[in-house]
């Protein structure tokens, strides 16, 4: 199965992009737009995300058949809420969302008999709202789908395919398992940068102009990831929290690690220990997932991934 009209609720980065992959990529697919704030809509329109840009959700998505619910994660079931009964039947239900659980849920709650099929496209930037998105967001980027226990094969294909016809490279696994991976993936570096930047901030002895001043590569990068979306990422942590927990608390056991190996100056386990994580970063660029070049080749639009 294909789908000849997509309907996207929510325009903000990925939304945005999404509509705009759609028309770069899928030109004879349809692409129908919401957003709650009207302010966003308008925008939306004057840089053209969707064909037909609509002032209520339920116009959005009457005759899509895909209907990708671009919202943060703490407001899936609310967007679904608004959409029940208009959604026509044999349509495919799915969203963009970082934590899969807790969405899937949602998503069932709010639409029950519904076709949910949903996924997490791995791409993003720092940037949000409808003047962040771009067509080219998800090229060779991961889209992870998560189908429910008994969903039919050609529904799981046909949401893999148009992630694929997207540029994306589309692998498949249950939400409990994509959580924990993203958990550590993402989740933890996020909430790790955050924690960073908010000690910089908080530092007595050395002033914010500083701190800025003088931010070399590491800490201007944190600054990058901590500069996401902050209504997106309170959501992430909320939703996906007995996952992040847990990674939580595996990364403090081997700060604490570190931080003995500091004390006592035992270089070797420090040497051995960066060499491995050193091995990481480079399989990392190997498979093409970001830039040995200066400044990791970053355009303008970035790279930090939801």
Request: proline share 5%.
């Amino acid at each position: 199965m294909s789908f000849d009209r997509v309907a996207i609720i929510g325009l903000g980065l990925l939304g945005g992009s999404i509509g705009l992959a759609v028309q770069d990529a899928l030109p004879g697919v349809v692409t129908t737009g919401y957003d709650a704030d009207a302010a966003t809509r308008t925008r939306a329109r004057e840089r053209g995300l969707c064909a037909h840009i609509f002032d209520s959700a339920a116009e959005a998505v009457r005759d899509a058949d895909l209907v990708i619910f671009c919202v943060p994660v703490g407001a899936m079931g609310a967007a679904a809420g608004e959409v029940a009964g208009a959604i026509k039947p044999g349509a495919i239900v799915s969203d963009v969302g970082s934590s899969k659980e807790s969405v899937a849920k949602a998503l069932a709650e709010a639409l029950p008999g519904a076709t949910i099929i949903p996924a997490h496209p791995v791409a993003g930037t720092e940037n949000s709202g409808p003047d962040a998105g771009f067509a080219s967001l998800f090229r060779n980027r991961w889209c992870i789908v998560t189908p429910p226990e008994g969903a039919a094969p050609d529904h799981v294909e046909a949401v893999s395919a148009f992630w694929s016809a997207l540029g994306a490279n589309v692998e498949v696994m249950t939400p409990q398992h994509h959580d924990l991976v993203l958990a550590v993936t993402s989740h933890l570096p996020h909430l790790i940068a955050y924690t960073i930047v908010g000690t910089a901030s908080d530092l007595e002895g050395v002033t914010q102009s500083e701190v800025i001043k003088y931010s070399a590569g590491g800490f201007r990068d944190f600054t990058r990831i901590a500069a996401s979306d902050p209504t997106m990422w309170r959501d992430v942590f909320l939703s996906n929290k007995d996952a992040v927990l847990e990674m939580l608390q595996r990364f403090s056991e081997d700060l604490t690690a570190l931080q003995r190996a500091i004390r006592v100056g035992d270089g070797a386990q420090l040497f051995d220990h960066f060499t491995r994580t050193r091995a990481i970063r480079r399989s990392i660029i190997e498979l093409g997932q970001d830039d040995a070049r200066p400044d990791f080749g970053r355009s303008d639009h970035g790279s930090a991934e939801s």
